[in-house]
């Protein structure tokens, strides 16, 4: 089956880094995605990866590591309107589901 | 291109009346989703569509859910009857093709009481 774990809630100082975990459990894996969910909004597109490595975005970059089922989202900087959820989706081979599987959001506060 | 258009955008109705939902997707995307957002559940998907044609509506809750795409431009939701537990997000979103990035909606907010 197809599993998707993060946080579910962080915390952290604007002008710092934070790093947001998932790990995912897939058969058939073809690239993970990274949205972004203001409060009352709809998910936005950040980032893909689909090989092994980081991808760099400006503040913020993303990690994955197939081997090991798991992927990173690194935010630096972090300013006040970082303050969101954070979804992590898993692209797979297949036809259930819309080829995608999203996780349940890690919620990130921005303090100042 | 103005984006995914959903509306309404607040919907509050009362136990066993008929919702429809209503979504534009994106001018020339070949496929269109609407999924389901909860605190519990996440977002999940619903049902989603290949040039019109429903591909796969394995996440459809009961056969009180229903949903159409008469058209390229043009997708409905419908719930009949509607039940308290059916009060959620309801988004719809659009790919150009199914190898790229999904294009959300702003969302309807369905209110059962």
């Known amino acids: 089956g197809q599993n998707i774990d993060q946080p579910t809630e962080m915390t952290a100082t604007e002008g710092a880094i934070v790093q947001i975990n998932c790990t995912y459990q897939?058969?058939?894996?073809?690239?993970l995605f990274w949205y972004q969910q203001h409060a009352g909004e709809a998910p936005t597109f950040l980032s893909y990866?689909?090989?092994?490595g980081l991808e760099e975005k400006g503040r913020f970059s993303s990690f994955l590591s197939r081997s090991k089922g798991y992927s990173y989202l690194l935010l630096k900087e972090l300013q006040m309107k970082d303050s969101a959820s954070y979804l992590c989706a898993v692209r797979y081979y297949g036809g259930s589901q819309g080829n995608l599987i999203f996780g349940k959001g890690t919620k990130l506060s921005v303090k100042p | 291109d103005a984006g995914v258009i959903q509306s309404p955008r607040h919907e509050v109705t009362e136990m066993g009346q008929e919702v429809t939902l209503r979504c534009k997707p994106i001018?020339?995307?070949?496929?269109l989703f609407w999924y389901r957002q909860t605190m519990m559940r996440g977002l999940e998907l619903l049902i989603y569509?290949?040039?019109?044609?429903?591909?796969?509506d394995s996440g459809m809750p009961e056969d009180r859910f229903s949903a159409k795409m008469p058209n390229a431009s043009f997708s409905t939701l419908k719930i009949q009857p509607s039940e308290p537990r059916d009060s959620a997000v309801y988004f719809c979103?659009?790919?150009?093709?199914?190898?790229?990035?999904?294009?959300f909606g702003q969302g309807t907010r369905l209110t059962v009481v």
């Open positions: 569509f290949n040039n019109n044609v429903p591909i796969d």
């Open positions: 990866n689909v090989l092994d």
């Open positions: 001018s020339g995307h070949d496929y």
């Open positions: 897939t058969s058939g894996f073809n690239g």
């Open positions: 979103a659009s790919k150009l093709r199914m190898n790229t990035e999904a294009f």
